[in-house]
């Protein structure tokens, strides 16, 4: 180890009042690990290794780990593996997005003080892959994602399965008395058949394409399935190339998280029709690196956009059968003339020069289409605003009821999850198919924002046959779910936002084609209830309280002002 090492185990020294007692220290450590001199002028590549026995999306990353050592070894480089948080939505309460603030932070700085030239990012489930980016954003060093990839879907009683768009698929079934307890023991088994993150366009997915369409994941690397060779020879590029970035010093990831790059994964976020939850995380992304407010800019895109991509929810089929389709470099292929070419790629190339030769989606397949013969039309994300929802809200109008999109109809008001959940199959609830399920009190300060903004048809109305309502909330929805359910209105009601002054009968308006949801009362009415309105109490202790006294809204990506 040299004394002035510009890369490798020379950087970031431990601070002892004496450099030189410090690069000894070091050389003494490494050597109890087998390293010599040979080893420490290499550059180092950190991996970040979210497996854990909580996060079974991950189950399959010790492979996939083992594969990115490999292609860092063959390169020439040294791989250091190191362990961070990891968060599986189904096994953190009350939700994950509590929680991926202080994953961004310890992921930040663990970055920041360990001495690696290049760093591979192992994620997969919801919240990982954005805090990891969040992360390396405010870093600024080369780094590249690789995710652990989707599950394979399974089979019951001749239906194809996959999570989690069909667990809510046949939970509706079960609550409307058409699917048994036993039958849904049996379907249960089939519903997460392997390793990987959930194998539909939800939140996890979507993530991961946008990645690749950003530019800061290899090509082809967002949709092979979980523990696949595919998915492995990934994660061996992966090590090769993270050398070379350590070599090179860069790009790092604001060299390629650039306005151009937003716009392309914006472009396939909405030609995806994917999960609302990435417009919450590419706001936090936008922020900091220093690209303005998201909402204009997705307004914009999604307008122009439209589907291509036939996955559930707001389609038919899976990931596994996206990757055979031809995964994204054909979906990019397909939006070519919608994109910036010119955006650089951590793989070395722009996209327009990844492209090159791609002659689209294959015609001996129809999960991709083109844009002269879409799935749907421009509009499957749309950012709405009004009195409602001063600052923005999502309504992801791709996987909503077209006979909800003008709608009017009186408020009933839940104070929070917990109430929802008391009240939600009361017998004697005041509620008809034209009621407006308002949901409150589930937004960053509120409650951490948590999946719940896709209220359950009320009991009652499920067992007569609705299938769908208008829902509003300051909450996010799982990217698996669907139904009419306007989500994130900002400001929320923690904060003082109008969806806090809603009460029981109040008429509410969607518009989806002017883009409004509007409460119509008058405002007069409004002034009275905002000065009886009083803020929530803070939690008392810990990460919860101070994510509450610095969480920004919604539309600013719900993350922490002072990074
Ligand atoms: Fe991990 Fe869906 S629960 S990706």
Redesign the pocket.
């Known amino acids: 180890m040299s004394s002035d090492s510009p890369r490798g185990l020379g950087r970031k020294l431990t601070s002892y009042g004496d450099p030189d007692f410090s690069r000894f220290m070091r050389r003494a450590f490494l050597a109890s690990a087998g390293f010599d001199g040979a080893d420490l002028e290499r550059p180092i590549v950190g991996i970040l290794d979210t497996s854990s026995d909580f996060?079974?999306?991950?189950r399959d990353m010790p492979a996939l780990l083992q594969a990115v050592k490999r292609g860092v070894l063959q390169a020439g480089g040294l791989p250091f593996a190191f362990p961070t948080a990891s968060l599986?939505?189904?096994f953190i309460s009350p939700t994950t997005m509590v929680l991926r603030n202080l994953v961004a932070m310890e992921t930040e700085e663990l970055l920041r003080a360990q001495p690696m030239d290049a760093v591979v990012m192992l994620g997969?489930?919801?919240k990982t892959v954005p805090a990891q980016l969040m992360a390396a954003l405010s870093v600024d060093l080369p780094a590249l994602h690789l995710v652990t990839g989707?599950m394979r879907t399974g089979s019951w009683q001749g239906q194809r399965l996959g999570?989690?768009t069909d667990c809510r698929r046949l939970w509706a079934q079960h609550r409307a008395g058409d699917l048994s307890a036993d039958q849904l023991d049996h379907a249960v088994l089939e519903l997460?058949a392997t390793g990987?993150?959930?194998m539909v366009m939800?939140?996890?997915?979507t993530m991961a394409c946008l990645l690749e369409a950003a530019g800061l994941a290899l090509p082809g690397s967002a949709t092979a399935p979980s523990g696949s060779g595919a998915r492995l020879r990934q994660g061996v590029a992966a090590g090769r190339r993270a050398v070379q970035l350590a070599l090179d010093g860069g790009p790092t990831a604001r060299q390629i998280f650039t306005a151009d790059a937003l716009h392309n994964a914006l472009t396939v976020l909405c030609a995806l029709s994917g999960s609302t939850n990435a417009v919450v995380h590419l706001a936090a992304f936008a922020r900091r690196a220093g690209l303005g407010a998201l909402l204009p800019n997705l307004d914009a895109v999604a307008r122009q956009t439209p589907v291509l991509v036939d996955c559930k929810p707001a389609g038919s089929r899976y990931m596994e059968d996206l990757h055979n389709a031809g995964g994204m470099p054909a979906v990019l292929a397909a939006l070519r003339p919608l994109l910036r070419l010119d955006a650089p790629t951590i793989s070395g190339s722009t996209l327009g020069q990844l492209l090159e030769g791609h002659t689209g989606p294959g015609a001996w397949q129809d999960l991709i289409h083109g844009l002269d013969a879409p799935l749907q039309p421009p509009g499957a994300l749309r950012v709405l605003h009004g009195s409602l929802a001063p600052r923005g809200a999502v309504l992801k109008a791709g996987a909503a009821s077209p006979a909800l999109f003008q709608h009017r109809g009186p408020a009933l008001v839940f104070d929070g999850p917990a109430d929802a959940a008391a009240r939600i199959d009361d017998p004697d609830l005041p509620v008809t198919p034209d009621t407006v399920l308002v949901l409150r009190g589930a937004g960053p300060v509120g409650a951490g924002m948590p999946e719940a903004g896709s209220l359950p048809i009320p009991r009652k109305l499920a067992r007569a046959g609705v299938k769908d309502m208008v829902r509003v909330s300051d909450a996010r929805m799982?990217?698996?779910a669907y139904g009419t359910v306007v989500l994130h209105c900002a400001p929320e009601a923690a904060v003082g936002g109008p969806i806090a002054l809603v009460r029981d009968g109040d008429m509410v308006q969607l518009d989806v084609a002017a883009g409004r949801i509007e409460l119509l009362v008058a405002d007069d009415v409004l002034a009275a209830r905002r000065r009886a309105w009083r803020p929530p109490a803070l939690p008392e202790r810990g990460w919860a309280r101070l994510q509450v006294q610095h969480v920004l809204q919604a539309d600013e990506g719900m993350d922490l002002d002072f990074l």
């Open positions: 996060n079974p999306c991950h599986h939505e189904i997969g489930c919801d989707p999570a989690c997460c990987g993150t959930c939800g939140s996890a997915s799982s990217g698996t």
